[in-house]
């Protein structure tokens, strides 16, 4: 990037800012979203400020913990406990779920609106008792997450987590492996991506259809942003510290400071941060980002539809055989295909130290 | 050989003389004088020169952990009175009502890391901030402080890294989930162990487990174990 673009970038600190500025970037729908994220995560800290202590954090998921949250948008959270077992959490949770709005509670898998324990999270990775929900919130809570007010128990239960991946991660130690990618951390964010794939065909089934529109959406743009923002911290830990500088002390803490402080970014900044170093990205990065702005755009818009509906509404209530003569599906899935061809461009396509690393590390 | 000792609140509570006492013939050659309630100070200090303290070459003084802004000056100045400028003086961040008092201590004062019931001062980023009022403060590691907060020992390494210049004492014992110092186990030892490589052999190690005088000697061991000078892969072989 040449010097003057470099010091433009920079005069904003947020790394979405700083790509706008580098690439000719106009994403307002995303500028506005993180303010509207900002006065719903202050609304909820002040309902919510009773009811964590040390041991006990809420945490929120989906677009408000990724600064995406639009008017219409799920409020999904849950009560993570990292300490001794105690039957007041249950009324915890029962006291959240009567503050967070009654028609944003918990979610159908039982995931979210509840509560959950370091110990299941953080010891049943692989195996029989890792179960989808319990691969999706570990997941989450690295990509996808953001403590409400009392942040200890996340945070020490994500640093565990990283641990375990960094520490337990053969290869990586390996002196006959020269490259420091996180392989087992980067196979179970893989897995989550296909477990959401697979889940999105389930969930079809089980819900006869039902909010088909909208989830296919959500799939191929905000929850596959997320599996990419997980592939590029993955990459990070070679990108920003090449020729395994970060494992040269032998042991993980300084890999899972590093993890922890790029998972404390939200994914369109994890992904804006790193597309930033690479000239030969900057156009494929501005298509990414122009329509992810038009994804989040169409769905903080308010505006009735010709059906007298928000596109929100309207994509939610869409039946099978209503979506290929349907203008805004048309359009919405035309935004999920610009974002694809722009991640498919981003990691397969176009030159790039990216590129490389999904080719040796990202397929097999 | 790391400098290795206990702390008098640990093995008698406020009874110095007892702990001092049960503490006779050990090979431990650090001490930390406790006066944990403001009470407790001013009879500590008064006795100092009559203490027989020459079996050990690292002493240090933990001041209290709570009082108010007007003993907090009175605190000072008995300190300045009676402490001698090579003994660092143990101080909890949370205790401090105005860091301009605390100022003139410079070095000699060392700012311990706090469990995780405390608001301030259990990360990098916490310390940090109450370093930026007290710029020439040293740090008191309490790596079992560290590791209640964070159990993967990726704050006990923040800390340690950012903070290596300033590292001058170390506390340590396991702290349990009711930030209770006990005897160090299996766990804690072993991940003690793995940021044992960023304490310079020379910082005093204070033991601060609440142990009777007969269990002494296997607690020096279990430390020796916890901040081995060598990797642990080689101990275990």
Not at chain 1, 110 to 124: D, T
Not at chain 1, 152 to 173: F, M, P, T, V
């Amino acid at each position: 990037m040449p010097e003057d673009e470099i010091v433009e970038s920079r005069q904003s600190s947020h790394a979405v800012d700083q790509l706008a500025a580098w690439v000719g970037g106009n994403w307002q729908n995303l500028q506005r979203a993180r303010s509207f994220t900002r006065l719903q995560l202050s609304g909820l800290r002040t309902n919510l400020r009773d009811y964590d202590n040390e041991d006990a954090s809420i945490v929120v998921f989906g677009s408000l913990a990724r600064d995406e949250a639009t008017p219409g948008s799920d409020l999904d959270w849950t009560l993570l406990v990292d300490g001794k077992a105690n039957p007041e959490h249950l009324r915890l949770v029962q006291a959240i779920r009567r503050i967070v709005p009654s028609d944003k509670g918990p979610g159908v898998e039982g995931i979210f609106g509840n509560l959950a324990f370091s110990h299941q999270i953080l010891h049943c990775i692989g195996g029989e008792d890792d179960s989808n929900a319990n691969t999706t919130l570990r997941i989450l809570l690295l990509l996808e997450s953001r403590p409400i007010g009392n942040k200890e128990a996340w945070e020490s239960i994500q640093s565990n987590i990283l641990r375990r991946y960094i520490d337990e991660d053969q290869g990586l130690w390996s002196k006959s492996n020269t490259r420091g990618v996180p392989l087992f951390l980067l196979n179970d964010i893989a897995r989550y991506w296909r477990i959401m794939v697979v889940d999105f065909a389930y969930k079809q089934r089980e819900r006869e259809n039902a909010g088909y529109a909208l989830r296919n959406i959500k799939l191929g743009l905000s929850r596959k942003l997320i599996y990419a923002s997980g592939i590029l911290s993955c990459f990070s830990c070679e990108l920003d510290f090449p020729g395994k500088q970060l494992f040269k002390e032998g042991n993980a803490q300084r890999t899972v400071e590093h993890l922890r402080e790029t998972f404390r970014k939200t994914p369109l900044e994890i992904v804006a941060s790193t597309l930033i170093r690479y000239d030969t990205l900057r156009e494929p990065s501005k298509r990414l980002f122009d329509s992810y702005d038009r994804f989040v755009g169409l769905l903080a818009s308010e505006e009735p539809t010709d059906n007298g509906k928000c596109p929100r509404k309207r994509l939610n209530e869409l039946k099978p055989d209503e979506l290929a003569a349907d203008s805004l599906f048309i359009e919405a899935q035309a935004i999920r295909r610009d974002f694809g061809a722009a991640l498919g461009d981003i990691f397969l396509r176009m030159e790039s130290p990216i590129q490389q690393l999904m080719i040796e590390r990202g397929v097999f | 050989m790391r400098p290795i000792g206990f702390s008098t609140g640990a093995l008698a509570l406020s009874d110095y003389r007892q702990g001092l006492s049960q503490l006779r013939g050990k090979a431990i050659d650090s001490i930390e004088l406790s006066a944990l309630r403001f009470n407790e100070l001013r009879p500590l200090l008064e006795t100092l020169p009559t203490l027989n303290l020459s079996a050990y070459t690292n002493i240090g003084l933990h001041a209290p952990s709570r009082f108010d802004a007007v003993q907090e000056i009175e605190i000072a100045e008995l300190l300045r009175a009676h402490v001698k400028p090579n003994w660092p003086i143990v101080l909890h961040p949370d205790a401090i009502h105005d860091p301009s008092v605390w100022l003139e201590f410079g070095s000699q004062l060392a700012i311990e890391n706090m469990d995780r019931r405390k608001p301030i001062g259990r990360t990098a980023e916490e310390l940090s901030s109450i370093f930026e009022l007290l710029p020439d403060a040293t740090l008191c590691f309490d790596i079992g402080h560290a590791r209640q907060c964070d159990t993967s020992m990726t704050e006990a390494y923040r800390v340690l890294h950012r903070f290596a210049h300033k590292l001058r004492w170390v506390h340590l014992s396991e702290v349990n989930t009711l930030s209770h110092h006990e005897s160090l186990s299996y766990a804690a030892i072993w991940a003690f162990s793995e940021v044992a490589h960023l304490i310079p052999e020379s910082v005093p190690i204070i033991l601060e487990a609440r142990i009777t005088a007969d269990q002494m000697d296997a607690e020096i061991e279990k430390a020796k174990r916890a901040l081995p000078l060598r990797a642990l892969s080689t101990l275990i072989a």
